[in-house]
């Protein structure tokens, strides 16, 4: 009962626009949610076109509390989020949320480590440390990697591997890791990407000894904590990745 | 807005509307409350219960279908005892009918759970005995008429709060397994849980769902619900709880029409979380519009066989 109100509210579109082929950023009118949002939080969109039974979680990628924007940066990947790609500016939307627990506050000057549509949240969070964060992303090849043009200015250092060497150094995110580690005097590491990602992160994270939070992608219907769709085991028991996630300290569910 | 043509009385209880919300679909309640007016519902059936904690099936536990949805959470819940003693306390406050939804391995597993939660707080219980995401005999009890009258005596032997009993659809003869659980002492039938489904993944080539199979429900399984009620309807005398598919005032009135007394909510809390309260309104303006002045107006009232108390 004293846990933060989340919000169910139809919203404007007021920009949608296609990054790359198959990834969009939209943004949406919804003051309240925009005011509410922590880093690291989500929302579940109802897409009130079609018939859609379930709501498809996405992370905040932006806020813009002055004017009361929120933004997400998504991938299609199946028909709701094709039909959310068609939505145009002055179309409608619902938004159910803040959703979640977001990151800690207690990182100073992080990492942010992540891959693919895991960048999304990251954006928020470390455009909320105002230039005390560096960010290490990890893509295929250099097409992936247009979020270089989104973090910059967020972020101190901007570091890029792609797994054919197209764009920064060559390899994996994990394979940079442990050479920023010994460089830079991180006091945490925040990681969203695909789950091999944020294991091998995790694992050099605790082997360096720096605090590791992970964000966690799940299938889910209500958002809520209340279907538990999404539970996974962590130290302390069963969790639902909506409701005591996304975000979980890397200790608590990679062991 | 007044509910005063929504009020009713089900099984004893005083109900603001008769809008509850399904088991498995609404948590304890408690996850809903930024949402819904929880003491406006009926009542909220509350996640599945069990002796033991249950962590559920592994794998991919829900995927969406054509106007609706598979799962197979497989029961996963913290046990009886953690429920009276954290989960209850906690809920308390927001003063709702709670409705504790049981299930065991055997009648004997039931009638423990029963005694259990003959508790203040607690408004009901209802049986599942359909849940057609465990291994453990469940289905068992949910599709043979004895192995299902044995669980409502075992509860019933057990219990001063009345008992409602969760018809499956995956049976051949639904009317033959209300007759019999109503004979066995049942005080309400609800139905339906969900339909046995599958989904299979073209590029995997592999099932989608880690239990292989799952259960249906949402708007797509409306059809086969309305039928089940009428047929029930017009087969017994104890109350019967409407579900299968209800995402609005209009579908809920249909499910009144067949001969359900009360509607429950499931699958449409998960598109829209408010929508209990949208059919509450939705509702209150249908019999205003017909000039009704209460819900039970409605009950059976398109089957000139129905059979019900509330007529």
Not at chain 1, 4 to 13: D, G, L, Q, S, W
Not at chain 1, 52 to 67: C, K, S, Y
Request: hydrophobic share 45%.
């Amino acid at each position: 009962m004293t846990l933060p109100k989340k919000y169910e509210v139809t919203a404007n579109v007021v920009q949608q626009q296609k990054l790359i082929e198959t990834v969009y950023f939209l943004m949406v009118y919804a003051p309240a949610i925009a005011q509410a949002a922590e880093p690291g939080q989500f929302v579940q969109l109802r897409i009130l076109r079609g018939a859609f039974t379930l709501r498809r979680p996405l992370g905040v990628a932006a806020i813009d509390r002055e004017n009361g924007n929120i933004a997400f940066i998504y991938r299609v990947v199946g028909e709701g989020t094709r039909a959310l790609a068609a939505l145009q500016k002055d179309d409608s939307v619902n938004v159910l949320g803040p959703l979640g627990n977001g990151f800690s506050h207690d990182f100073v000057h992080p990492l942010v480590v992540g891959g693919g549509i895991g960048l999304s949240p990251l954006l928020y969070y470390a455009a909320s440390l105002k230039g005390r964060a560096d960010v290490l992303m990890g893509g295929r090849t250099e097409d992936e990697l247009f979020w270089n043009t989104l973090f910059h200015g967020f972020v101190r250092n901007i570091f890029i591997t792609t797994d054919d060497g197209s764009l920064g150094v060559r390899g994996f995110a994990t394979d940079l890791l442990p050479t920023l580690l010994a460089r830079y005097d991180y006091d945490g590491i925040v990681v969203c990407g695909p789950e091999v990602m944020m294991r091998g992160v995790a694992k050099l994270a605790q082997e360096h000894g720096t605090p590791c939070e992970v964000s966690l992608e799940a299938r889910m219907a209500c958002g809520l904590g209340a279907c538990l769709s999404c539970s996974v085991d962590t130290r302390g028991g069963r969790r639902k990745v909506c409701k005591d996630g996304p975000v979980f300290s890397a200790a608590e569910v990679f062991s | 807005m007044s509910d005063e043509r929504l009020r009713t009385e089900l099984l004893g209880i005083e109900m603001e509307t008769p809008v509850l919300t399904a088991s498995g679909t609404f948590g304890f309640g408690e996850e809903f409350a930024d949402f819904v007016d929880l003491a406006r519902l009926g009542g909220v059936m509350v996640k599945g219960t069990t002796l033991a904690p249950r962590r559920g099936n592994e794998g991919v536990r829900v995927t969406e279908t054509p106007m609706g949805m598979l799962n197979c959470i497989g029961l996963e819940n913290p046990g009886v005892e953690v429920f009276l003693k954290e989960i209850l306390p906690r809920i308390e406050p927001y003063g709702m009918h709670v409705i504790v939804n049981i299930s065991g391995s055997s009648a004997e597993a039931y009638g423990t759970l029963a005694k259990m939660l003959d508790v203040p707080g607690v408004a009901a219980i209802e049986l599942n005995v359909s849940c057609p995401n465990v291994k453990d005999g469940g289905i068992l009890f949910g599709t043979d008429p004895e192995a299902a009258s044995s669980v409502v005596r075992a509860a019933k032997a057990n219990t001063k709060k009345p008992v409602i009993l969760k018809l499956s659809p995956n049976v051949t003869d639904i009317v033959q397994m209300a007759k019999a659980v109503e004979a066995a002492g049942a005080d309400a039938v609800s139905l339906i849980n969900t339909l046995l489904g599958m989904e299979i993944d073209i590029h995997r080539w592999r099932p989608v769902l880690g239990n292989v199979t799952g259960g249906l429900s949402g708007a797509c399984v409306k059809p086969v619900a309305v039928r089940m009620v009428w047929q029930v309807a017009q087969a017994v005398r104890v109350p019967i709880i409407g579900m299968g598919g209800i995402t609005s005032a209009k579908d809920a009135v249909e499910f009144f029409l067949a001969g359900a007394s009360a509607v429950a909510v499931g699958t449409a809390n998960f598109t829209d979380p408010t929508v209990t309260m949208r059919i509450c309104d939705g509702l209150n303006d249908y019999l205003e519009q017909r000039g009704l002045s209460n819900i039970r107006e409605l009950v059976g009232k398109a089957n000139p066989d129905f059979l019900g108390e509330n007529t």
